[in-house]
């Protein structure tokens, strides 16, 4: 992978240069002078459009409220594009924004990349033992923080307890239940048991990690993918969809998937707390009870699912660093991820805000804390964000068959060796 420029430099270059579109003020460093804060943070912003996206805006405009002098320029990027997009902005050394909501794999790599402003000692990372340290472990590379942790998350089955209830079935323990409960619903409401989404990769671990297996292991620079761990995730994935234990897609995913189970033409799927308040506009869910949630089905090596979440980094060449400073702390204290605990059922990432009324009373919470302590954490590599491009190719084309699964491992698994130069 080709590296960038180191980040001091990049800080350097891009603070002579003034290029970076950060505010609307030009020359403003966030403070005038006196000691407050003022000028334009712009925030990208990659959570679901048309639920999530509303409470965060209104969240972050919020801000505004204790720095009048400031403006919060709000952004939804849509959460596919935003990756690129922001490499492209902060490689030009324009139109980047100040702050960035980052997926965890993204940010070690936007930080090799010297695209982030390291954070320590600044007012961006305040309290930084009060974060959960599964959460915190993301933002650090080469011993530096280089975001702060937003929301975290995992992966469990959403179930609809109606159909379940007319079926006379319980939740799945194991992928053998997963079949034998998906065939009961199938027999006796005529609905399909569960919608496996085909397009995205990041759907494929919880089997992955069910069975053993891993993408690589950094510890010692190795391709576990294709190793038999893999070949038998990626046999059992297609087998739920050759039994009719599942059905599957190869575009379209996320709508396919959230239209299906809120209309009530499957039974379960698997997803994650940021989708709870898009499910519960469904038809389905207008009564929320409706909504149940349990761990993914274990494989032959236990139950497994991927630790996920976003931070929120803070872009090197930002002409408001103070100002966007402040606003990642704003948006990462205790209170605020309350509040987005209370809206959008989102898991905090500070301890301290676990013993908040509205956090102890959300039951999506109760569910997925449990999980999230135990999931399984993703390699924190520069290069770890480019892992789901080669196994989301592959892992289609097992599902569709126009692969085998071994040939699909195989294929990711080269993929690999050729992305992580002296890997095993």
Same mark, same amino acid.
């Given at each position: 992978?080709?590296?960038?420029?180191?980040?001091?430099?990049?800080?350097?270059?891009?603070?002579?240069?003034?290029?970076?579109?950060?505010?609307?003020?030009?020359?403003?460093?966030?403070?005038?002078?006196?000691?407050?804060?003022?000028?334009?943070? #712009?925030?990208w912003d990659t959570s679901t459009a048309g639920s999530e996206d509303k409470v965060f805006k209104?969240?972050?405009?919020?801000?505004?409220?204790q720095h009048p002098k400031v403006k919060i320029k709000y952004v939804n990027v849509p959460f596919g594009d935003a990756q690129n997009k922001f490499k492209n902005a902060a490689q030009s050394g324009s139109d980047a924004p100040d702050v960035i909501r980052s997926e965890v794999a993204?940010?070690?790599?936007?930080?090799?990349?010297?695209?982030?402003?390291?954070?320590?000692? #600044?007012?961006?990372?305040?309290?930084?033992?009060d974060f959960l340290k599964q959460a915190a472990a993301s933002t650090? $590379?080469?011993?530096?923080? $280089?975001?702060?942790?937003?929301?975290?998350?995992?992966?469990?089955?959403?179930?609809?307890?109606?159909?379940?209830?007319?079926?006379?079935v319980e939740v799945p323990k194991s992928i053998d239940e997963l079949k034998t409960v998906s065939k009961k619903i199938k027999d006796k409401t005529g609905k399909t048991g569960m919608y496996l989404r085909g397009d995205d990769a990041y759907w494929f671990l919880s089997f992955l990690y069910g069975e053993g297996?891993?993408?690589?292991?950094?510890?010692?620079?190795?391709?576990?993918?294709?190793? %038999?761990?893999?070949?038998?995730?990626?046999k059992v994935v297609k087998d739920l969809v050759d039994s009719g234990a599942a059905q599957t897609d190869a575009t379209d995913g996320w709508e396919n998937m959230q239209a299906s189970f809120k209309d009530g033409k499957v039974a379960m799927i698997i997803n994650g707390p940021w989708a709870v308040a898009d499910t519960y506009t469904g038809k389905e869910f207008k009564d929320k009870a409706n909504l149940g949630v349990a761990p993914v089905p274990a494989g032959s090596a236990g139950q497994g699912a991927p630790q996920g979440g976003h931070n929120l980094a803070v872009y090197a060449g930002s002409k408001n660093l103070d100002a966007s400073y402040a606003f990642v702390d704003y948006m990462t204290s205790a209170d605020t991820q309350a509040k987005v605990t209370k809206e959008l059922?989102?898991? %905090?990432?500070?301890?301290?805000?676990?013993?908040?009324?509205?956090?102890?009373?959300?039951?999506?919470?109760?569910?997925?804390?449990?999980?999230?302590?135990?999931?399984?954490?993703?390699?924190?590599?520069?290069?770890?964000?480019?892992?789901?491009?080669?196994?989301?190719?592959?892992? #289609?084309?097992?599902?569709?068959?126009?692969? #085998?699964?071994?040939?699909?491992?195989?294929?990711?698994?080269?993929? $690999?060796?050729?992305?992580?130069?002296?890997?095993?």
């Amino acid at each position: 992978m080709r590296r960038g420029i180191t980040a001091t430099a990049l800080v350097a270059a891009l603070a002579l240069a003034a290029t970076a579109c950060g505010s609307d003020d030009e020359g403003s460093t966030g403070n005038n002078g006196s000691g407050e804060l003022s000028g334009t943070v #712009t925030w990208w912003d990659t959570s679901t459009a048309g639920s999530e996206d509303k409470v965060f805006k209104k969240i972050a405009e919020d801000f505004t409220k204790q720095h009048p002098k400031v403006k919060i320029k709000y952004v939804n990027v849509p959460f596919g594009d935003a990756q690129n997009k922001f490499k492209n902005a902060a490689q030009s050394g324009s139109d980047a924004p100040d702050v960035i909501r980052s997926e965890v794999a993204w940010t070690p790599e936007f930080a090799d990349l010297g695209y982030l402003a390291p954070l320590d000692g #600044t007012a961006a990372l305040k309290n930084p033992d009060d974060f959960l340290k599964q959460a915190a472990a993301s933002t650090k $590379y080469n011993d530096k923080t $280089y975001a702060v942790p937003q929301v975290i998350d995992s992966m469990g089955i959403f179930y609809n307890k109606k159909i379940f209830k007319e079926a006379g079935v319980e939740v799945p323990k194991s992928i053998d239940e997963l079949k034998t409960v998906s065939k009961k619903i199938k027999d006796k409401t005529g609905k399909t048991g569960m919608y496996l989404r085909g397009d995205d990769a990041y759907w494929f671990l919880s089997f992955l990690y069910g069975e053993g297996g891993d993408m690589v292991e950094a510890g010692n620079k190795t391709v576990t993918i294709d190793n %038999p761990a893999g070949v038998k995730a990626m046999k059992v994935v297609k087998d739920l969809v050759d039994s009719g234990a599942a059905q599957t897609d190869a575009t379209d995913g996320w709508e396919n998937m959230q239209a299906s189970f809120k209309d009530g033409k499957v039974a379960m799927i698997i997803n994650g707390p940021w989708a709870v308040a898009d499910t519960y506009t469904g038809k389905e869910f207008k009564d929320k009870a409706n909504l149940g949630v349990a761990p993914v089905p274990a494989g032959s090596a236990g139950q497994g699912a991927p630790q996920g979440g976003h931070n929120l980094a803070v872009y090197a060449g930002s002409k408001n660093l103070d100002a966007s400073y402040a606003f990642v702390d704003y948006m990462t204290s205790a209170d605020t991820q309350a509040k987005v605990t209370k809206e959008l059922s989102l898991l %905090p990432t500070r301890t301290s805000a676990y013993a908040k009324e509205d956090v102890v009373d959300n039951e999506i919470v109760g569910f997925f804390k449990p999980v999230v302590e135990t999931a399984v954490e993703r390699p924190w590599i520069p290069e770890t964000g480019s892992l789901f491009a080669p196994l989301v190719t592959e892992y #289609t084309k097992a599902l569709t068959g126009q692969v #085998t699964p071994e040939k699909a491992v195989k294929t990711t698994g080269d993929s $690999y060796r050729k992305l992580l130069k002296g890997w095993k």
